[in-house]
């Protein structure tokens, strides 16, 4: 087993690994903590079926179920991301965290490509601890002290989710909200990381929109800057493992015309602090 990381911000490959085959407790343990390291590890070459893909994630928690869009019928852990050749929106195309709407966001995600357009529909992460550390001590601070507003409702990712509710709709109608930190402790590393993002933060608790407005649209270009970030070109048979709590991601339209399917499994996580 082998792992590089693929940049200096975010992100490492892993070689050597058959995720198809029982895997030890070792092995286990050393993609745990290259995930901690790197916050989103890549595999290159897996031919994996949806029960080995679950197995997978048992490793590392408990697989949840996305509130609105139906998974496989015999696996409903396992959502489709789908985008069709003759559609223009791809689901989650917004810089954003997994479900942060929830009152327990989950701690990770692993997104196994199925089906690929010839070229595009790259992932990119990026590395929210760093986002982080890189404010000046004065913002820290003070955003350390505030907590942020997140809706499933806001209009930036609910379009990005429209086409797949209209054909595989659970039909959820709540609207999903939930307060969470806007700088979160990390659990395991015990690293803080900036815990707002674009596609579903809507404004500070206690404060206007207008006056969350300005810091948050500050925030959302902050913490997607390169230095922070990698971009993962898929392959068939590759997959991608990140953890939630201190990477965002975003999936590039760039493959109109083209049908790309990935198989996602999030994994439950706690409440953040």
């Not at 048979?237 to 201190?246: K, Y």
Request: negative net charge.
């Amino acid at each position: 087993m082998q792992i590089n990381a693929v940049t200096g911000g975010i992100g490492a490959e892993i070689s050597g690994v058959d995720i198809a085959e029982e895997l030890s407790g070792e092995t286990i343990a050393a993609i745990r903590q290259a995930l901690l390291d790197h916050l989103v590890v890549f595999f290159r070459d897996q031919d994996i079926t949806p029960e080995q893909q679950i197995a997978f994630v048992k490793h590392f928690g408990e697989p949840d179920i996305y509130p609105f869009v139906k998974g496989l019928d015999e696996h409903p852990e396992i959502t489709p991301i789908l985008k069709l050749p003759e559609e223009t929106i791809n689901f989650g195309g917004i810089w954003h965290s997994d479900t942060v709407y929830l009152k327990n966001p989950p701690m990770g995600t692993v997104l196994y490509a199925k089906e690929l357009p010839p070229m595009g529909g790259d992932t990119l992460f990026a590395n929210q601890y760093a986002a982080y550390d890189n404010l000046s001590a004065p913002l820290r601070e003070f955003l350390d002290g505030l907590t942020a507003v997140n809706s499933a409702a806001k209009g930036s990712a609910a379009t990005t989710r429209s086409d797949r509710v209209a054909d595989a709709g659970t039909g959820e109608e709540e609207v999903l909200e939930a307060e969470h930190p806007a700088v979160r402790t990390h659990p395991e590393t015990g690293r803080k990381a900036l815990f707002v993002n674009f596609g579903h933060t809507v404004r500070f608790k206690g404060m206007t929109k207008a006056e969350s407005t300005p810091i948050l649209e500050y925030l959302f270009q902050h913490q997607i800057k390169p230095e922070y970030s990698c971009r993962f070109i898929w392959s068939p048979g590759a997959l991608a493992f990140w953890d939630n709590r201190c990477a965002q991601h975003y999936p590039v339209n760039d493959y109109h015309g083209y049908k790309r399917l990935l198989h996602r499994i999030t994994l439950k996580g706690d409440k953040p602090f």
